[in-house]
């Protein structure tokens, strides 16, 4: 539900960016929806009844399964990474491989760093398409369709997370997207990197931009979103 309320910007501050503009479309995807469509400025509620969502990781952790933190420089959020990364392998023993994935929101040389930063801390990774673990790309993909590697945790950019999960994923560089909060494309990628995870996932990225707050406001809302209606700038309903 935060993926979705994300990705279209319900609780966006300048309005909705894209969205249903009916009850039909809402109900179909697994919402209970009131509130008028017909009328902009209306309240819209959304409800996530706990049958839609059927993953029963909720009924056995009592903590938070989606968390957003903040940081004042690259550098603070990598270190960060790398401590929880450790909690994962070394005191809970998570198999780095296929357990854990690290989608960076940004270019590649975001990507470099978050993995050479891993392996400066004794943590192997693996970039897609790579022959092995611990190895920058050049031009030359040597396995094009090759996203995983035993004993590494792979760092993708989002174009090459699609159609992967993992029970754990950490989302670098969410002030890419902020910094350009109103581009339905990176909404978009961010919605992706959200819907990758089959448990948890741990969203950051570094500054302050009014985005952060708006994902402060989806991540309380739990289940329940109320949002304005207006005309989205992209109506994704049938």
Known sequence: MAAHAIGMGLLRPNGLLAGFTNQRDWLRIGY??????RKPGSTITLHR????SPNPVH???????????????????????VVKIKSNIFDEKLKPSRNILVI?????????????????????????TASKNNTLLNNNA????KFWHEGGITVSRI????????????????????????SITL?????????????????SGIGNYPMYEEIRRVIESKTTV??????PKLDVSE
């Open 142 to 145: 040597s396995f094009p369709n």
């Open 159 to 182: 174009h090459r997370a699609k159609g992967h999960e993992a029970n754990i994923v950490y989302i670098l560089g969410l002030d890419n997207v902020a910094r350009n909060e109103s």
């Open 226 to 231: 109320n949002f304005t209606f207006q005309k």
């Open 104 to 128: 960076v929101l940004g270019d590649i040389q975001l990507q470099d760093k978050t993995a050479t930063y891993l392996k400066n801390c004794g943590i192997d990774f693996y970039l897609p």
């Open 32 to 37: 209970e929806v009131t509130g008028d469509f």
């Open 187 to 203: 909404r978009n990628q961010l919605f992706v990197a959200l819907t990758r995870t089959r448990g948890w996932a741990y969203l």
């Open 59 to 81: 009924t056995l952790w009592d903590a938070e399964v989606l968390e957003f933190q903040t940081y004042n420089s690259r550098q603070a959020e990598l270190e960060q990474l």
């Open 49 to 52: 009844p706990v049958e839609n």
